[in-house]
Structures are given as structure tokens and as C-alpha cells.
């Protein structure tokens, strides 16, 4: 079993920055990428980054490139999304999920609320 643990969520107004941690612990070895998802009321979950633990390669969501950034701290099994630029549009839950060897999101946290305030 893994277990995701996300924090850092809050207020904070449009054109500002955000960081948001999900912390990883357990078999960490039988995952290969940790993915930050985000659902805004009435909306379904939508993916918005993802990071492979061993090369550190990083996809984006097309409505998120170039204003956030993930990264991960392999010794701390933690993964950060840098959030800059944040418009109202970006409030939601977000989540972070750890990716298995075949490519599920099986495992996670119970997110973390972001608001972003016009």
C-alpha cells in the first residue's frame, strides 16, 4: 500500500502563486510517477500534471502549461506543484495520486483546496 498525504491548499488572489506538497510514503517502490488532479464544483476531475520518479519527466495539462511547474524531491518521496499566474478559473480540490506499475492511479490523497479570488 502507498499512502498520499497532499498540503500547502489556501486562498489566494488572481495573478498570484501557489505552492501545493504531496507527500508519499509506504511502497513507494511500486510506483513509477505521482499525478496532481484538480475538481472544481460541478466539474469532473481533471488531470493537471504528472512526474516520473526515476527521470523526472513532467507532462502537462494544455491549460496549465507554462504557469505551473511540478517537480519531485525522490529522497523526501515528495512531489511539489508551483502554481503561478492563478486565475479564478483554477480554484478546486486538488489531488495527488501515485501512479503503479501498470499505469493506474491507484493510490490517494484526500486533496487540498485551493481558491483563487478575482
Known amino acids: 500500500q502507498v499512502q498520499v498525504v497532499e498540503s500547502g491548499g489556501g486562498l489566494v488572489q488572481a495573478g498570484g502563486s501557489l505552492r501545493v506538497s504531496c507527500a508519499a510514503s509506504g511502497r513507494t517502490g511500486s510506483t513509477i510517477a505521482m499525478g496532481w488532479f484538480r475538481q472544481a464544483p460541478g466539474k469532473e476531475r481533471e488531470f493537471v500534471a504528472r512526474i516520473t520518479w526515476s527521470a523526472g519527466s513532467t507532462h502537462y495539462a494544455d491549460s496549465v502549461k507554462g504557469r505551473f511547474t511540478i517537480s519531485r524531491d525522490n529522497a523526501k518521496n515528495t512531489v511539489y506543484l508551483q502554481m503561478n499566474s492563478l486565475k479564478p478559473d483554477d480554484t478546486a480540490v486538488y489531488y495527488c495520486?501515485?501512479?503503479?506499475?501498470?499505469?493506474?492511479?491507484?493510490?490517494w490523497g484526500q486533496g487540498t483546496q485551493v481558491t483563487v479570488s478575482s
Open positions: 495520486a501515485a501512479q503503479d506499475v501498470y499505469g493506474q492511479y491507484q493510490y
